[in-house]
């Protein structure tokens, strides 16, 4: 075991200041690393109505303030600049990026004029995010030169638009019969090439393609998108990367807590999916906490060569405990430390731990016993391993470990129980076929789901993480449509998107545009084969 160093942090912002940041186009891991680090450590965050719920939340605990829509720039600035004078650390969160913000100059100009401390953060502009988000160049070998105007402050004119130039307009789509006139008259034909993006950077982008002559008929009720106008747009059949993912836009219940579905979170996130983490069990205290104790006591008094760690809640468990006697990483000195699997592992590095054995293979109990050491009574200085667990789990890997030869303090460490049923929307959206797929990760949280909220509808995609889980899902009447090919995380995510492809394709084929589970719901529920 080693213990690692802590990452220099970025600044903070400086108490009585205003940082003005571009928030981006909507995805908030556009979001600058800057921006980000004011956003989490700001007292106060004064906000355009425009921005995306995801990216707020990374405000944490800050007061939002929502600037009043058509306020002018000194209205704008007024709630920051009284909450710096008051000595908070306030954000000006713009959307887009701040430089290209409307009248952001008017809103610096205010706190220079305050005497307030500030800087100028520069986020992502969505004229540049969303058409690669959609898949469209703004620039090629025979089209040099791009415009972006912005239509609501009279940038679109017959002479602005006027050439060959590609054009990139903004808050063009509340009058696109008004857009396709002037293009028109700047002499765009009828059948050029263009493209409307809504939402564009987030989970609900839409793009449609069209052509001049009928944009204002397909484009119909596109509100807020980005327009992009030139030959340009036809590449996108062959550049489209984020709408073509093979879980784009699918709503994935992964019933698990954060702490334990980062990676899958990650991975299907990567896949284009949204998931939505639903906690299937609450973890709490040992009933008798005094075994734990002595452990903790022999763990700091050199009783034990190795710890074996089985879950992230069996690490955070004895983190815990290690608070309360006022410890730190620095008690697994002299100690080797295994982890079942690399969530676990991550979770040690967290707290400064660098594991000594992680399994090479399958990330269970089995794969650890497959990589655990026997004991050597030529080698070994001690024989004795704390195993911290919860208080329901199998008794395999101490069975295991005893059978190579060690003495093991098998501890309950944490002990857990059913979680609270979710909220009532998303109990209605789990027997309605709100979701597209779940994904099952052990068959405990096959029979907890379906004990605080229901079966998943019949519509929704199960997908499980390996045979135990699966027989148990088909115990509890659900069909099982996908099974990883190997019991980790990222095997399971990738299953499901082998089978979204699929499902994709094969909707393609037989021309239908809607290949969701979520948009295609029947009627009858699940049943087991």
């Not at 000195?333 to 000594?356: C, F, I, N, Q, S």
Request: hydrophobic share 45%.
């Amino acid at each position: 075991m080693s213990v690692s160093g802590t990452r220099r942090k970025s600044p903070a912002p400086v108490p009585g200041s205003v940082s003005f940041v571009g928030a981006g186009p909507g995805d908030p891991e556009l979001l600058t690393v800057r921006g980000a680090a004011l956003l989490a450590a700001a007292d106060v965050v004064v906000h355009d109505g425009g921005i995306s719920a995801a990216v707020l939340a990374l405000a944490g605990t800050a007061t939002l303030v929502c600037v009043e829509p058509g306020a002018s720039p000194a209205g704008r600035v007024k709630p920051a600049v009284d909450a710096a004078r008051g000595g908070a650390s306030v954000v000006r969160l713009l959307d887009g990026d701040a430089v290209l913000a409307g009248a952001v100059g008017d809103e610096v100009a205010a706190c220079s004029k305050a005497k307030l401390a500030f800087e100028v953060v520069p986020g992502v502009p969505s004229a540049t995010a969303v058409p690669s988000y959609a898949g469209i160049p703004l620039l090629g070998t025979r089209h040099g030169e791009v415009r972006i105007l912005d239509v609501a402050r009279g940038g679109l004119t017959a002479a602005a638009a006027a050439g060959s130039a590609t054009l990139v307009l903004l808050h063009a789509t509340e009058d696109l019969a008004g857009v396709t006139a002037t293009l028109s008259a700047a002499g765009r034909s009828g059948d050029t090439p263009v493209a409307v993006t809504t939402a564009g950077t987030t989970p609900a982008q839409r793009t449609v393609v069209t052509t001049l002559a009928n944009l204002a008929r397909d484009a119909a009720g596109a509100a807020g998108g980005v327009v992009v106008v030139g030959p340009l747009v036809a590449q996108r059949d062959r550049l489209s990367w984020f709408e073509t993912r093979p879980l784009f836009g699918w709503r994935v219940l992964v019933p698990r807590t954060k702490d334990q579905a980062g990676p899958l979170v990650a991975r299907l996130r990567g896949h284009g999916a949204v998931p939505d983490e639903v906690p299937t069990i609450s973890v709490e205290p040992p009933r008798a906490p005094q075994q734990v104790d002595r452990a903790v006591q022999g763990l700091v008094s050199g009783r034990y060569l190795w710890v074996a760690f089985t879950s992230v809640n069996a690490v955070r468990a004895i983190t815990e405990k290690f608070a309360e006697y006022g410890l730190d990483a620095r008690a697994f000195a002299g100690v080797k430390v295994a982890a079942v699997g690399e969530a676990t592992a991550a979770a040690l590095r967290a707290t400064g731990v660098e594991p000594d054995l992680v399994p090479s293979g399958e990330q269970s109990s089995a794969g650890l016993l497959e990589d655990f050491p026997a004991f050597d009574h030529s080698l070994d200085p001690l024989n004795r391993v704390f195993l911290p667990r919860a208080d329901i789990a199998t008794e395999t890997l101490a069975a295991g470990l005893v059978a190579l030869g060690w003495e093991v303090d098998d501890v309950t460490a944490y002990r857990t129980v059913r979680a609270a049923p979710p909220q009532a929307s998303v109990r209605e959206a789990i027997k309605t076929g709100g979701f597209d797929a779940v994904v099952f990760t052990s068959s405990s949280t096959v029979r907890n789901l379906v004990g605080i909220a229901g079966k998943p509808h019949t519509a929704t995609v199960i997908a499980c993480i390996g045979p135990a889980t699966a027989k148990t899902a088909e115990e509890h009447g659900l069909r099982v449509d996908v099974l990883a090919a190997s019991p980790s995380a990222d095997a399971l995510a990738d299953a499901l998107a082998e089978f979204g492809t699929a499902r994709r394709l094969a909707a393609q084929a037989a021309g239908e545009t809607a290949w969701r589970p979520s948009l295609a719901r029947p009627a009858a529920r699940r049943r087991a084969r």
